[in-house]
């Protein structure tokens, strides 16, 4: 609440504050118009920019890095650029430092300075290729004067090419070339499409036989991957390949040129074949030539200017100018195949031989010696090769640990024709030292959040024949991890440091064994240093709902509800400043009073969070249901109430001295005190309540009663006996009474 009132207090001073500012400043600088100037023309064609032509503007303010003004339209009205309507009107106030970016042609869909799309039309007409071009310009000085002079630079060039020989050629395409960009006028660059299409060429002038066709494209290269279409009228089309790369650059308008009518000759050797296809052919159509070879001769190719054209000896191509061809036929003495080996001998250490091979005939082209054909025979070991291994040219033999010397054959083969030659490699008795080890590691200590360490390791020992040291032998010793391993891996020669989880330096030793020799080095990494994020917002897990107690009294009662959330919340904890691992911390609150709770049953009522239980006077037990709801979460609990405990105790009972009652024989009356009723106790509560009886006789001359019965006299002269019972209602508990009758002593004399 204190929060509430101290907001309303700043809310009410900011607003009145706001009413002073209001009246203080009445004049509101709505700053000045800004125009543009061009200082060169439109584009890489003619002319300036014309009456009508719009360009596109952002204008970003790098003190608060935002863009105010996004592709604001301006139009050329013959002198400046002018804003398109008011919505485009960009305004600079006192103290505004923009930086404007600027593009022609307009287009409406750029509205992100960071990827403005060019697409060049078909540019069979003049409208067209003029609007192929794509300008772009950067103005990020202070504004001085509100008109401000924009230098355009241009991003795509124009290929010129030149038809000579035309005979009225006047149309013109070009095909596989790329056409659309997508410009960051920010930075200043821009990514070309890769997608090729065709595109119509502009017949830009004629004269004479001199037909110039122009196109404007993005940057790239025009190969004879690019083939171009020349027709009159669009009939008799001719297609024609460029003879050369011409690489396009920016603002540049670049020229090539095509012939139209060619002849190709042929000069060939006629003892070594024939051929055909010379003549005369139509610019861009297909020119076939043929050889044939006679017996003993081979066709080697078509030739050029001295060059290898190619080795078929049918070759197709489009005439794209006057070509002269020669044709060159071979042939061939027999082969002879030399052998040797360097050094014949070998030492009984072991060593190399290296063998040297070549197979040679002369070559004859066009009848006249030209060159010596060489070729590279296959070397093989024959005979006896045990201790001696052949690796491309190189014969290898290994320790030589016998007195006697031994010798192999090395066969070279090329062609059929062979010719050997004998490596011998001397006996001797050898021995060696002790392996001398070394090992390093770089680096020796490696940073807390981890890395690599090459291991350097080196094996030396001498070597000895007939107990003369005559060189030295290296080994590859073996490399393990040794110590506290913890944290470190070891992969060929590089060991491995995970980032460093603790607070205490950490360190592991590097072993190079071989042969029973080691050494050792040490790799040490860093302590590392704990960090710990900021805590995430607590997420709900779950909402239990307890009672207390939750079971009542058959008597009655009161049990409180109370509602406990389970939640949650972590954060990142960072080793070395890399996230290693989470940690979440659980608890449970108590949101009792936030919670909604709600159920009904009979005998029960809930208020607020206390739930109440009437009496249960049944014997059986009763429950409710109650459900509680807090922010999205609901869970329930079931109060229980026992069944009420009743228990009857029923009296009945004569008065002292009422069993037994003796009658005269002249009858009489017997007065009965009877207590029946039933003590009741339900739940610890007693109470009484009377219970009737019944009364009955098991003879004629007694006629019961509950207070009273009544005797009639005894007729006979003989003592007589009747029992009256009284039997309890709900009990059927039973009293008897004794009625015990004297006889009559006189005799009745009839008269």
């Not at 209001?22 to 200082?39: Q, W």
């Not at 003495?333 to 290296?354: F, I, K």
């Not at 014997?619 to 922010?631: D, F, H, K, M, V």
């Amino acid at each position: 609440m204190n929060n509430i009132r101290v907001l309303i207090i700043l809310i009410t001073i900011v607003f009145f504050s706001s009413c002073n500012k209001e009246e203080e400043n009445t004049e509101i600088d709505i700053g000045h118009t800004v125009t543009f100037s061009v200082a060169q023309s439109r584009s890489t064609q003619e002319g300036t920019f014309d009456a009508g032509d719009a360009i596109g503007i952002f204008a970003y303010e790098p003190k608060s890095q935002q863009m105010y003004y996004q592709n604001s339209k301006y139009v050329f009205d013959g002198k400046v650029f002018v804003p398109a309507t008011d919505a485009d009107n960009i305004r600079v106030t006192t103290g505004t430092d923009y930086d404007f970016y600027v593009y022609y042609p307009y287009n409406s869909a750029n509205t992100e300075a960071t990827s403005i799309s060019h697409v060049v039309p078909d540019q069979s007409n003049k409208e067209n290729w003029q609007r192929a071009d794509f300008l772009t310009a950067t103005y990020t000085d202070p504004v001085v004067d509100y008109n401000i002079t924009l230098n355009f630079k241009h991003r795509y060039a124009t290929l010129q090419v030149i038809v000579t020989d035309n005979e009225g050629i006047n149309q013109a395409k070009i095909a596989n070339v790329q056409s659309a960009s997508h410009f960051d006028l920010m930075k200043g660059t821009y990514t070309t499409d890769k997608t090729l299409s065709t595109k119509g060429m502009y017949l830009y002038a004629t004269d004479g036989n001199i037909s110039k066709f122009r196109i404007t494209l993005p940057v790239q290269s025009i190969s004879e991957s690019n083939p171009i279409t020349i027709s009159q009228g669009g009939q008799d089309a001719i297609l024609m390949k460029a003879t050369a790369t011409v690489q396009l650059e920016e603002g540049k308008i670049q020229d090539y040129s095509l012939g139209y009518k060619k002849t190709i000759s042929i000069n060939n050797y006629d003892t070594g074949g024939s051929v055909s296809g010379a003549g005369q052919y139509v610019l861009g159509s297909t020119c076939i030539v043929s050889a044939s070879p006679k017996s003993g001769y081979t066709f080697v190719g078509w030739y050029e200017n001295g060059q290898l054209v190619t080795s078929s000896a049918d070759y197709s191509f489009d005439v794209l100018k006057d070509r002269t061809l020669e044709t060159r036929y071979s042939s061939y003495g027999n082969w002879t195949v030399s052998v040797s080996a360097n050094p014949t001998t070998l030492e009984a250490l072991g060593g190399t031989s290296t063998i040297s091979s070549v197979a040679s005939r002369t070559l004859y082209i066009n009848g006249k010696s030209s060159s010596t054909e060489t070729g590279t025979p296959t070397i093989s070991l024959s005979g006896s090769t045990n201790g001696f291994t052949l690796s491309g040219n190189k014969v290898t033999a290994g320790v030589n640990e016998s007195s006697t010397a031994r010798t192999v054959t090395v066969r070279a083969t090329y062609s059929g024709v062979s010719n050997t030659c004998t490596i011998t490699q001397k006996g001797g008795n050898i021995t060696t030292g002790d392996w001398i080890i070394t090992v390093s590691a770089s680096p020796e200590v490696i940073v807390p959040a981890g890395g690599t360490s090459i291991i350097t390791v080196k094996a030396v020992r001498d070597i000895y024949i007939d107990g003369e040291k005559v060189g030295t032998e290296t080994g590859t010793p073996s490399i393990s991890l040794s110590g506290n391993t913890g944290g470190f891996t070891l992969s060929g020669n590089t060991v491995r440091a995970t980032n460093n989880e603790t607070t205490a330096e950490r360190s592991v030793t590097v072993t190079a064994s071989l042969d029973g020799k080691k050494s050792t080095c040490m790799i040490r990494q860093q302590a590392g240093v704990k960090t710990l994020g900021s805590w995430s917002s607590w997420s709900n897990n779950s909402l239990t709902i307890t009672a207390n107690p939750m079971t009542l009294q058959a008597s009655g009662g009161t049990s409180t509800l109370t509602a406990t959330v389970n939640r949650q919340r972590s954060r990142t904890i960072y080793w070395n400043n890399i996230a290693t691992s989470t940690e979440t911390v659980r608890e449970d609150a108590d949101v009792t009073s936030a919670t909604n709770f709600s159920g009904s049953a009979t005998g029960f009522r809930l208020d607020a969070t206390s739930v109440t239980a009437l009496e249960n006077t049944s014997s059986s037990p009763r429950s409710i249901l109650i459900t509680g709801e807090y922010a999205g979460l609901s869970n329930t609990v079931n109060i229980t109430q026992n069944g009420g405990t009743t228990t009857e105790e029923y009296v009945f009972e004569l008065s002292s001295g009422q069993q037994v009652n003796l009658v005269e024989s002249s009858g009489g009356i017997i007065s009965h005190s009877i207590s029946s009723y039933v003590i009741r106790t339900v739940n610890g509560k007693e109470s009484r309540e009377d219970v009737d009886f019944t009364v009955s006789a098991n003879v004629s001359w007694i006629t019961p009663g509950k207070t009273s019965s009544s005797v009639a006299a005894n007729p006979n002269t003989t003592q007589r006996n009747g029992t009256i019972t009284f039997k309890q209602n709900g009990s059927n508990k039973i009293l008897q009474v004794t009625v015990t009758q004297k006889k009559k002593n006189s005799v009745d004399i009839e008269n």
